[in-house]
T-cell receptor, first 115, second 116 residues
Framework: AQSVTQLDSQVPVFEEAPVELRCNYSSSVSVYLFWYVQYPNQGLQLLLKYLSGSTLVKGINGFEAEFNKSQTSFHLRKPSVHISDTAEYFCAVILSGAGSYQLTFGKGTKLSVIP | DADVTQTPRNRITKTGKRIMLECSQTKGHDRMYWYRQDPGLGLRLIYYSFDVKDINKGEISDGYSVSRQAQAKFSLSLESAIPNQTALYFC???????????????FGPGTRLTVL
């Protein structure tokens, strides 16, 4: 079974500062990896995903993430955050392969951008 | 208009009451899912359906039941609500794809349920 660990439940950061939200996963087989964002009072929106190929993945709103197989990590980064990035971020994994469907989510990291 | 809609958006009910949460989608997707979100726990899968006649239990199905009335509609029921079912509930959809590719899930806006 796979599991996802988001190491920080809350991350405060000043506006225009860089941020890294950490995610580690455990799985004995290959996985697909995702970051979702949930803005206040809204549903989840896909930020970016890693399926195969380049380990550096770029997503929406200037976010990027790097897949590190040896470290089993998929950390999310942004070089300069805005107030509008205040949200909760969820890392998720799914087993790669035929008909994969079941997303396993981490517990979430609340990013608070301070003016 | 939103592709995945959920009704109601907010609901307060009492212990022991029967509650139904509804999800509708206009994306034409085959697959639909129900998740619950609890603070500090992320999202957990309750039930999923790959088509109208295919319903499966997820990680935390106890105390819940579902109905897939049509390809576009998937309802979640709490037969006798209890306080620890207070949570944010999300519906999601995805399309059936080829065997080797991932099918992205699209989420509705959520239903906030409070059981007193």
């Amino acid at each position: 079974a796979q599991s996802v660990t988001q190491l920080d439940s809350q991350v405060p950061v000043f506006e225009e500062a860089p941020v890294e939200l950490r995610c580690n996963y455990s799985s004995s087989v290959s996985v697909y990896l995702f970051w979702y964002v949930q803005y206040p009072n809204q549903g989840l929106q896909l930020l970016l995903k890693y399926l195969s190929g380049s380990t550096l993945v770029k997503g929406i709103n200037g976010f990027e993430a790097e897949f590190n197989k040896s470290q089993t990590s998929f950390h999310l980064r942004k070089p300069s955050v805005h107030i509008s990035d205040t949200a909760e971020y969820f890392c998720a994994v799914i087993l790669s392969g035929a008909g994969s469907y079941q997303l396993t989510f981490g517990k979430g990291t609340k990013l608070s951008v301070i003016p | 208009d939103a592709d995945v809609t959920q009704t109601p958006r907010n609901r307060i009910t009492k212990t022991g009451k029967r509650i139904m949460l509804e999800c509708s989608q206009t994306k034409g997707h085959d697959r639909m899912y129900w998740y619950r979100q609890d603070p500090g726990l992320g999202l957990r899968l309750i039930y999923y359906s790959f088509d109208v006649k295919d319903i499966n239990k997820g990680e935390i199905s106890d105390g819940y039941s579902v109905s897939r009335q049509a390809q576009a509609k998937f309802s979640l029921s709490l037969e006798s609500a209890i306080p620890n079912q207070t949570a944010l509930y999300f519906c999601a959809t995805s399309v059936r794809t080829s065997a080797s590719s991932y099918n992205e899930q699209f989420f509705g806006p959520g239903t906030r349920l409070t059981v007193l």
